[in-house]
């Protein structure tokens, strides 16, 4: 994608963490200068955007290039001429700042080589600091004919800007400099992981998130493991199942010369042989006791929260110098004698795929690099700062947490509302309803907590209870259930028609299923339903239950299914108003029931923040709002970036003039688009309170929003 190719570029997406922006933490690998300002720069800048003001200063050397761009162009841009990059470059690495962020939306880098360009996309910045915008060769896409990386001399950034965005925008530019990295991460293709391409750069991402926030620099090659690869000193395998023999010697070659190696969730016993350790068996648990976190050998322990039902746990040998540096814990919160990471003299092996960054999670990185690599990684960031003052809490705000542990003994419950109270959360939305599936105690299910429990532990507290209902995801269902579903025609469909672990919203068995758990819990004396999962999957539903209920709603025969309502087809835009009106008549069935049965149920869901992106996915919740079909809103406002979460905020206030008394935001403090500090928690918080939101909420409960993040916080509820 060059400059040129703006169509392409409006699709930009921010989910490519692994080339993300890095603040400049600590120092990098020896780097080599492609671009150093001088007072004579602005001459050498080709394309300069039009009336860009350059200005130079000289401590440190930094080139300002300032404009005002043009309300009808989605971005603005410079060409910055470069010099040679050297043979054995790993990574292009820019040090630049922006300002103002809130105006950016992304950044992409652009090299010219030969008759055409190498590009790649990044999200956009967090911060006024200088920060560092990396391009890796593994990351760069093609257009037109561009010759090798090696040969670029031209190197086009780009800002891309929010829709109307017209104030002044300025670039500060230090330096572009060629690194030569020691540390990568193997990104796995259907090489390594044939039909698991996806979840693999997944994986790769995660890792990457833990350098970056780690500041330990890095680079990425394939699952080939080129020669280039063979020169590093560590190589990470986030993700790599099914690696074959050829994979597997190049990996036991490059440790037996002496480099070290990471590998996640791998059974693969001739690659673990060479590292000292052995590869156990495949275990699973039950949703109901998964394991939630493991636990570091080290003083003061670090927990690192990490859900998973499924681990191959590694074991030490007695060769070099192998040993077990964390454990697992189980759904009682009691270690156990599972291996979650093993270490040697030769690498380390772990037993389920890369934690979510959260910063123990960054901690145990750094520690564990650290002592593979002593003389090589630099200073470790401190993720635990003092967070800034929260701003005054209003009169019946909302303090709500996601709770999706289904914890079996009344001590457990006891001991969690307590810690919720005292660290000033008021509601508690506890993960119930799974489709289905209750998480409470019945016949099918009787090791669960019984519900009466649970009620009466939150009333000890004085914390509203209210039962989280996944609405249509069957994620958590056993595979026998979902064969049945499918046997019956009740799951959605892709467009291929293969099934989809959702239920059809269309079929009345499937709604009539979800209600009467819904009526279960309501007659049990929770104090709330939030409604989650109360959409469309992105890739469904074309199901024959979807296709008989469009045709009905349209009073027309659809002839030809589903090309006809697929985003090209003559019939989209109906398609997307029927998913609308399937959700919003499921929503009002539900509502209409829980009032007939306790009219002080408060009733809340869980949807995208952005309205289109939403009612592309049938939730209408403007429409909700105004029918009084929901009481309370939640937003998944879930990011790091500040200045996206504002966005975010002012897109929902927009709604109506008094929106913003039922909205409550979504705060990913552990979610999968984003992992928090206290600091990054109290920013977002005092973003909400700033706006008179009628809450927040956090997602979700683990070891570290319980015992690091509130307790740093605390008072919040002041």
Not at 225 to 241: C, D, N
Request: proline letters at 9%; aromatic letters at 8%; charged letters at 15%.
């Amino acid at each position: 994608m060059s400059g040129n190719n703006l169509a392409a570029a409006v699709a930009l997406t921010t989910t490519v963490i692994a080339i993300a922006i890095t603040t400049v933490l600590a120092a990098a690998p020896a780097n080599q200068a492609l671009f150093i300002p001088t007072p004579n720069s602005a001459s050498t800048l080709a394309n300069t955007f039009p009336d860009t003001t350059i200005s130079f200063t000289s401590t440190p050397p930094t080139l300002e290039l300032k404009t005002t761009p043009d309300s009808s162009s989605p971005r603005i841009y410079w060409d910055i001429p470069i010099a040679k990059i050297p043979p054995k470059t790993t990574s292009l690495i820019i040090d630049a700042a922006c300002s103002p962020v809130s105006s950016i939306r992304a950044i992409s880098l652009h090299l010219n080589s030969g008759n055409g360009w190498l590009s790649t996309e990044l999200p956009p910045p967090t911060c006024t600091n200088f920060t560092q915008l990396n391009a890796i060769p593994l990351l760069l896409t093609p257009e037109g004919t561009p010759a090798d990386w090696h040969k670029g001399r031209l190197l086009r950034l780009s800002l891309w800007l929010h829709t109307g965005h017209t104030a002044p925008i300025t670039l500060a530019l230090r330096a572009i400099n060629a690194r030569q990295d020691s540390i990568a991460i193997i990104r796995s293709s259907s090489l390594s992981a044939p039909g698991q391409e996806q979840l693999a750069t997944q994986m790769a991402n995660r890792a990457a998130t833990l350098l970056r926030k780690a500041a330990i620099p890095f680079t990425f090659f394939d699952d080939t493991i080129p020669p280039a690869s063979m020169e590093m000193q560590l190589l990470i395998l986030p993700y790599a199942p099914q690696l074959n023999p050829p994979q597997n010697k190049s990996l036991q070659r490059f440790v037996s010369k002496g480099g070290k190696l990471i590998v996640f969730y791998n059974g693969t016993a001739p690659l673990a042989n060479s590292l000292g350790f052995k590869c156990g068996t495949w275990q699973g648990s039950a949703t109901s006791r998964q394991w939630p976190d493991f636990t570091t050998i080290s003083t003061p322990p670090l927990i690192i929260p990490h859900r998973t039902a499924n681990l191959i746990p590694p074991y030490p040998t007695t060769l070099y110098n192998a040993t077990t540096i964390a454990y697992w814990r189980d759904h009682t919160d009691r270690p156990t004698t599972i291996p979650a990471c093993v270490t040697s003299d030769r690498g380390a092996w772990f037993a389920h795929v890369p934690p979510l960054a959260t910063p123990s999670a960054v901690t145990f990185t750094h520690q564990l690099l650290a002592r593979l690599l002593p003389n090589t990684i630099p200073h470790a960031p401190n993720p635990f700062t003092t967070p800034p003052p929260l701003i005054t809490a209003p009169a019946n705000e909302i303090r709500a947490l996601w709770d999706s542990r289904h914890d079996a003994r009344p001590e457990q419950l006891e001991a969690l509302f307590s810690s919720l109270a005292q660290n000033g959360i008021n509601t508690l939305f506890r993960h119930m309803q799974s489709g289905p599936t209750l998480h409470v105690t019945t016949t099918a299910n009787p090791l669960k907590p019984r519900l009466q429990e649970i009620t009466k532990a939150a009333a000890n507290h004085h914390i509203a209870l209210h039962a989280w209902v996944t609405c249509w995801s069957l994620d958590d269902l056993p595979p026998t259930q979902l064969t049945t579903f499918a046997a019956e025609n009740r799951l959605m469909r892709d467009v291929n028609g293969n099934d989809l672990p959702w239920l059809s919203p269309s079929h009345p068995a499937n709604r009539e299923l979800i209600l009467q758990g819904i009526i279960t819990l309501i007659q049990n004396g929770v104090s709330g339903i939030h409604l989650d999962y109360l959409r469309y999957p992105e890739n469904g539903c074309y199901a024959p239950s979807t296709r008989h209920a469009f045709e009905q709603w349209q009073n027309r025969h659809t002839a030809n299914w589903p090309q006809d309502v697929l985003p090209s087809g003559t019939l989209y835009q109906q398609f997307l108003k029927f998913r609308q009106h399937e959700i919003t008549s499921f929503t009002r069935a539900v509502t209409t029931q829980i009032r007939q049965i306790a009219a002080t149920t408060t009733i809340s869901a869980a949807v995208f923040p952005n309205p289109a992106t939403a009612l592309n996915l049938g939730q209408d919740w403007p429409l909700w709002l105004q029918e009084n079909l929901i009481d309370l809103i939640c937003p998944m406002t879930y990011t790091e970036n500040i200045a996206t979460f504002n966005s975010w905020l002012y897109s929902c206030q927009q709604i109506s003039p008094l929106a913003h008394t039922r909205l409550i935001a979504g705060i990913g403090t552990s979610a999968d688009e984003s992992q928090l500090t206290a600091t990054d928690t109290a920013h977002q918080i005092n973003a909400v309170r700033s706006r008179h939101w009628r809450g927040f909420a956090l997602f979700s409960r683990d070891h570290e929003l319980l015992y690091t993040i509130l307790p740093t916080l605390h008072p919040i509820s002041l």
